[in-house]
């Protein structure tokens, strides 16, 4: 199990920015939209759908992956299909004097999907994917709850997942974020290329300019 919380970066994660110094915009968002749902499209398609072009989306797409906004990619398992069933939420009291022991335990067990510490009467929410429901006692009585580091836990079984989403973005993502860059005389700037109007571009060309 991954360890979210102990990783450090040395991208600068000042707001609204990203990657080569770029400012986070609509069209970064729509970006992030269709690789929502569609995480192995092409560059070509990515830009199609989104209304710029290649390079533009390329460009983009780069400065995302550098600044860690796409932090990463991976497959979507079906866990039904891989024989885990029950989908069981944890809910643990911990030694205050015990975290980082807590924490190497939970990543020595391949059960445990998701942890967050959490505030209310409990310190922290495990996730674990297992056969049946003999496996969540198995799991929770002989294991977890044995733990030096566990004073109590409570377990609740998911009945049905109603959603889950790979990742959630803003509301309003195209409202609510400014616009790709104008400059002067209706260029476009999306990311490292110029975009000029064809009518305008014609309309120079018959000029001689």
């Known amino acids: 199990m991954e360890d979210l919380s102990s990783g450090e970066t040395a991208h600068d994660h000042s707001p609204g920015r990203i990657g080569g110094g770029l400012a986070l915009d609509a069209v970064h968002l729509k970006i992030l939209e269709v690789l929502r749902t569609h995480g192995r499209i092409s560059i070509a398609a990515l830009g199609k759908q989104v209304g710029i072009s290649r390079a533009s989306a390329y ?3 780069e400065a995302l992956r550098a600044d860690g906004v796409i932090s990463g990619f991976a497959a979507r398992v079906d866990a039904a299909r891989v024989g ?6 944890v809910f643990v009291t911990v030694r ?8 190497a335990s939970l ?10 510490v959490t505030t209310g009467q409990h310190d922290a929410m495990i996730q674990i994917r297992v056969p049946d429901v003999l496996a969540v006692h198995r799991l929770v009585a002989d294991r977890l709850a044995a733990l030096p580091a566990v ?3 409570e377990t609740v079984i998911i009945l049905d997942e109603v959603l889950r989403s790979p ?3 803003p509301r309003g993502t195209t409202d609510e974020f400014p616009p790709a860059a104008t400059g002067a005389q209706g260029v476009r ?9 064809a009518a305008d571009g ?3 060309l018959e000029r001689g300019t």
Do not use: S
């Open 59 to 61: 460009t983009r797409f």
């Open 202 to 204: 014609r309309a120079n």
């Open 84 to 89: 885990l069933h029950v989908c069981a939420l």
């Open 96 to 103: 205050q004097d015990m975290w980082k022991q807590f924490r």
């Open 151 to 153: 004073r109590a836990t």
């Open 107 to 116: 990543a020595r067990m391949p059960e445990v999907e998701y942890c967050a």
């Open 167 to 169: 990742y959630v973005l």
């Open 189 to 197: 700037q999306l990311g490292m290329t110029r975009f000029i109007p």
